[in-house]
T-cell receptor, first 113, second 115 residues
């Protein structure tokens, strides 16, 4: 039972353009969502998070949008840079399981110069 | 300061053998997590420690897997009678508190290959 899904295995964008990575979830009890970035042979690195009481959170070039009614979140990267090329994972958690992040399968982003 | 350190970085073992994977968290981090990542998948939760005790071990797949954190710092993940299906990258992470208050900092993982 995949509670967090990233349906696009890969995405390719041109440098300077917007990258939009999508994530869907099925468990309405999730109340906190995170995005992680992973380079080859390294562990995931935290990027940005959002609480379920918000619909948007912004940090520099990264913005996360949450649509609770659709159980959908997205990560926008503007402008995209070649160094952003990595695997991006969305993750979700609920208050009753404070240590248990549920991750999606990941989306590989390639930013072309 | 130093990040989360995991040793060894690679481990090859034969089916049926016992292995130990070590994690040194960031100093002062009370929470420690083990995840497992198979090829093409996202990290899968195994166990979460708050201090010395396992606060949630619901992700351990069976009783061949066990983890300890005796002094609230270093943790060891132990796998008995390894099977080929145990082959994966085992990730350790630590945080100052729970996920809500501080992000998880991951190590680079131990790649376990069971032949």
């Amino acid at each position: 039972d995949q509670q967090v899904k990233q349906n696009s295995p890969s995405l390719s964008v041109q440098e300077g353009r917007i990258s939009i990575l999508n994530c869907d979830y099925t468990n309405s009890m999730f109340d906190y969502f995170l995005w992680y970035k992973k380079y080859p042979a390294e562990g995931p690195t935290f990027l940005i998070s959002i609480s379920s009481i918000k619909d948007k959170n912004e940090d520099g070039r990264f913005t996360v949008f949450l649509n609770k009614s659709a159980k959908h979140l997205s990560l926008h990267i503007v402008p995209s840079q070649p160094g952003d090329s990595a695997v991006y994972f969305c993750a979700a958690i609920r208050a009753s399981n404070t240590g248990k992040l549920i991750f999606g399968q990941g989306t590989t982003l390639q930013v072309k110069p | 300061g130093a990040g989360v350190s995991q040793t060894p970085s690679n481990k090859v073992t034969e089916k049926g053998k016992y292995v130990e994977l070590r994690c040194d968290p960031i100093s002062g981090h009370t929470a420690l997590y083990w995840y497992r990542q198979s090829l093409g998948q996202g990290p899968e939760f195994l166990i979460y420690f708050q201090g010395t005790g396992a606060a949630d071990d619901s992700g351990l797949p069976n009783d061949r897997f066990f983890a300890v954190r005796p002094e609230g710092s270093v943790s060891t993940l132990k796998i008995q009678r390894t099977e080929r299906g145990d082959s994966a990258v085992y990730l350790c992470a630590s945080s100052l508190a729970g996920v809500y208050n501080s992000p998880l900092h991951f190590g680079n993982g131990t790649r376990l290959t069971v032949t």
